[in-house]
């Protein structure tokens, strides 16, 4: 199936239950059992079925099903938000004493989650340059758990090696880890490209409308081998998992990474979405590649005013042929459309300021991927946390201007912008 027939059927029987033509909201915390022995083979894995909501929920698996599919994986699991995604798919990777290998160009949050709170938890980063990924082997040593970088950066609005990465990580059999939130699962799928765990955060595209808070992720196909291969890096997926009365992973036929995160990660902590937000994510998934493709149309039109803009210093977006990453959006990305982030410079952070205060369609929000424009000052909100050697390192320096362009006719948001600058 295409990935538009994939968004609106998959992970769906419309011939199970009342035949409702939308998936049903199972509101519901835990599930009843036949009997004591129907009880017993759920736990023992011997049987699949729902047990308690915070390990899966039938509305959760579509979309757990659907996006996996949309994204080219073997299997995928729903998240509360992307920030938990994220910190799931490297605690199901590494612990005390392991290192992680980090771009150098991330979302506030993961710089944030990388930085502080995994080093508290005895998990330390190296970071490399994703715009080629030239000093990426160096870093790697024998406690290198995952590289993980983001697909299309968010503020830097940059794309990294993404082959050169992928090599590398395969070379010394080490898990790559991708944020798609960006560039979306209708623009780009790390999977198709040798990526081993594809994340996201669904509140952002994938939501649309800023309605609900979630995150996913998705796993290519064959982890099973690829651990048993890897056994000394990745010990816990073959050896028996004593929380889970010896359960090796690598004996069980589904698939390992998203099997594991379930079991262990989600059954102690449970950041597991709500029944209701994966329902709202499964109306808005129906629409991603109609509503990605027009935040693209509309942010290239959008980005070649302020190219052409007098008090507009420099604009980065991927979809302009003066980007840096004009050719990896062309190579990487559905059409070369680079999805609906931008961000530009003015001469001055007062500038940047006024420009902020004085629009009027655009609302002032951290946040990206809404049907409404939105614009951010950076420097000042999502990585505030930063030093100002760590903002020049991430590229986010005090005069840019991060845009998230939605779906509004862009006549009226080129003349917001237009009496925003002058
Ligand atoms: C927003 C965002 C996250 C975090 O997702 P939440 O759903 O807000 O927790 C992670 N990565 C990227 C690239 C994001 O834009």
Same mark, same amino acid.
């Given at each position: 199936m295409q990935k538009e027939t994939i968004a609106i059927h998959a992970g769906y029987d419309k011939k199970q239950g009342n035949g409702e033509m939308a998936v049903p909201i199972s509101q519901t915390t835990a599930y009843a059992f036949r009997d004591s022995e129907h009880a017993a083979n759920l736990f023992a894995l011997k049987e699949l079925g729902p047990i308690y909501t915070r390990l899966t929920n039938p509305t959760s698996d579509v979309l757990e099903q659907r996006f996996a599919q949309l994204e080219g994986g073997a299997a995928g699991i729903a998240t509360a938000?992307?920030?938990? @995604?994220? %910190?799931?798919?490297?605690?199901?990777?590494?612990?005390?004493?392991?290192?992680?290998?980090?771009?150098?160009?991330?979302?506030?949050?993961? =710089?944030?989650?990388?930085? #502080?709170?995994?080093?508290? #938890?005895?998990?330390?980063?190296?970071?490399?340059?994703?715009?080629? @990924?030239?000093?990426?082997?160096?870093?790697? &040593?024998d406690k290198t758990k995952a590289i993980f970088f983001e697909s299309l950066s968010n503020p830097q609005i940059a794309i990294p090696a993404i082959e050169k990465i992928v090599e590398v990580a395969k070379k010394h059999g080490i898990i790559t880890i991708c944020d798609n939130t960006v560039a979306s699962a209708a623009l780009f799928n790390p999977i198709e490209w040798g990526v081993d765990v594809s994340v996201h955060s669904t509140s952002k595209y994938t939501s649309g409308n800023?309605? @609900?808070?979630?995150?996913?992720?998705?796993?290519?196909?064959?982890?099973?081998? %690829? *651990?048993?291969?890897?056994?000394?890096?990745?010990?816990? *997926?073959?050896?028996?998992? @004593?929380?889970?009365?010896?359960?090796?992973?690598?004996?069980?036929?589904?698939?390992? %990474?998203?099997?594991? /995160?379930?079991?262990?990660?989600?059954? &102690? /902590? $449970?950041?597991?979405?709500?029944?209701?937000?994966?329902?709202?994510?499964?109306?808005?998934?129906?629409?991603?590649?109609?509503?990605?493709?027009?935040?693209?149309?509309?942010?290239?039109?959008?980005?070649? %005013?302020?190219?052409?803009?007098?008090?507009?210093?420099? =604009?980065?977006?991927?979809?302009?042929?003066?980007?840096?990453?004009?050719?990896?959006?062309?190579?990487?990305?559905?059409?070369?459309?680079? +999805?609906?982030?931008? +961000?530009?410079?003015?001469?001055?952070?007062?500038?940047?300021?006024?420009? /902020? &205060? +004085?629009?009027?369609?655009?609302?002032?929000?951290?946040?990206? $991927?809404?049907?409404? +424009?939105?614009?951010?000052?950076?420097a000042s909100t999502t990585h505030s946390q930063m030093t100002p050697e760590e903002l020049v390192k991430a590229g986010v320096n005090p005069v840019t201007v991060r845009l998230s362009i939605g779906l509004e006719n862009t006549a009226d948001l080129i003349q917001d912008l237009n009496q925003a600058l002058n």
């Open positions: 938000s992307g920030a938990s @995604a994220i %910190f799931y798919s490297i605690a199901n990777v590494a612990e005390a004493g392991d290192n992680i290998i980090i771009s150098d160009k991330l979302y506030g949050g993961s =710089v944030t989650l990388f930085y #502080f709170t995994l080093k508290r #938890f005895g998990i330390s980063v190296k970071v490399f340059n994703s715009d080629d @990924a030239s000093n990426l082997e160096e870093l790697i &040593d800023g309605t @609900a808070l979630g995150g996913i992720i998705v796993e290519r196909d064959g982890l099973a081998e %690829f *651990f048993k291969k890897n056994v000394a890096r990745y010990p816990h *997926f073959s050896t028996p998992d @004593a929380s889970y009365h010896g359960l090796v992973y690598t004996d069980v036929p589904l698939p390992n %990474f998203c099997l594991r /995160i379930r079991l262990s990660l989600l059954r &102690d /902590i $449970g950041a597991t979405p709500s029944p209701h937000n994966s329902w709202l994510l499964i109306q808005s998934l129906e629409t991603l590649g109609l509503r990605v493709d027009k935040h693209s149309d509309n942010a290239l039109e959008v980005a070649k %005013f302020l190219e052409s803009h007098p008090k507009v210093k420099k =604009v980065s977006y991927p979809g302009l042929k003066s980007d840096k990453y004009y050719e990896k959006a062309q190579k990487y990305f559905k059409g070369g459309k680079a +999805s609906g982030l931008i +961000s530009f410079e003015v001469s001055s952070f007062e500038e940047a300021k006024k420009v /902020i &205060d +004085s629009v009027k369609l655009f609302s002032v929000v951290v946040n990206i $991927g809404d049907s409404k +424009s939105l614009i951010t000052h950076p």
